[in-house]
């Protein structure tokens, strides 16, 4: 039987031993074990947000491609022929915004239900239902690029 390499260097090196076992002893005294712990803790914690960050980041990424979707689906609209809204000169944001009615330009009529209207200003595009805007969705890329391409339909205003 061959002799075990560790129980060799204990008794060639007892000195060591020794030495080691009382740093230890006195780490451990000295809040070494309340180290340990706090790092233990530590570690736990950063797990804790690395996961929360990979969540974050899966959330980011399902918005991002609903925003994308949504999207594509105001280019589809312009695309499509969709009904012109004016909105101010100088305003800074769009008068397409959800339950507000749309009228025709100039004489004042409700736009039917199902009809599709822009603002060319600001890429908002949205859906007639029950006399007011719904289903907004926003062009997200270089709208006066998007409208060099679109068909001109009519001009509605936005009442409100």
Known sequence: M??????????ENPLIILG???????FLMNG???QLQDR??????????????????????????ALLE???????????NCFQVYTPTGSQQSVLVPNQPVT???TGIPLVDGTVVCDY??????????????DIAVYQGNVQDLIQQA???GDVQADG
């Open 121 to 134: 200003q600001f890429g908002t595009t949205g859906v007639i239902t029950n006399g007011v805007v719904s």
């Open 104 to 106: 025709q330009l100039g």
């Open 151 to 153: 068909p001109k339909n």
């Open 70 to 80: 949504r999207s594509e689906l105001a280019a589809d609209r312009f695309l499509r």
């Open 2 to 11: 061959q002799p075990n390499p560790i129980s060799e260097y204990i008794k």
């Open 32 to 34: 070494g074990f309340d």
């Open 20 to 26: 080691s076992a009382i740093l230890g002893i006195a």
């Open 40 to 65: 233990q803790q530590f570690s736990s914690q950063l797990k804790d947000l690395r996961q929360q960050s990979e969540r974050g980041l899966v959330q980011s990424r399902i918005q991002e491609a």
